[in-house]
Nanobody, 124 residues
Framework: QVQLEESGGGLVQTGGSLRLSCTAS?????????????LGWFRQAPGKERELVAA????????HYADFAEGRFTISRENAKNTMYLQMNSLTPEDAAVYYC????????????WGRGTQVTVSS
């Protein structure tokens, strides 16, 4: 499995911005480079189900955003560092959640690697 580590969460006021980072590592990447994977951002708020925020096929421009993220959130990548970012703008209290980075092989539907998550809190 790919090891994933998130960072960048924190407390922000309504209307503010945060940038989350997700760095991929692990021996698996020696056999299957990151370009074989789809990386996604998920979030889970208390009492709610986990939901997809955005996902991208590494090494391609293909990116998908959930409706609530479209126009406010942007995925970017830094290939040399195997790091994916999620720039989040115009945050509202409804965006408060634990945000997780996940990876799946492009030929599968299931995300098999997950980070521990990073907390995003938005004050009103």
């Amino acid at each position: 499995q790919v090891q994933l580590e998130e960072s960048g969460g924190g407390l922000v006021q309504t209307g503010g911005s945060l940038r989350l980072s997700c760095t991929a590592s692990g021996q698996t990447l020696r056999r299957q480079p990151l370009s074989s994977y789809v990386l996604g951002w998920f979030r889970q708020a208390p009492g709610k189900e986990r939901e997809l925020v955005a996902a991208t096929r590494w090494g391609t421009p293909a990116t998908h955003y959930a409706d609530f993220a479209e126009g406010r959130f942007t995925i970017s990548r830094e290939n040399a560092k195997n790091t994916m970012y999620l720039q989040m703008n115009s945050l509202t209290p409804e965006d408060a959640a634990v945000y997780y980075c996940a990876a799946r092989h492009f030929a599968t539907d299931q995300y098999s690697s997950w980070g521990r998550g990073t907390q995003v809190t938005v004050s009103s």
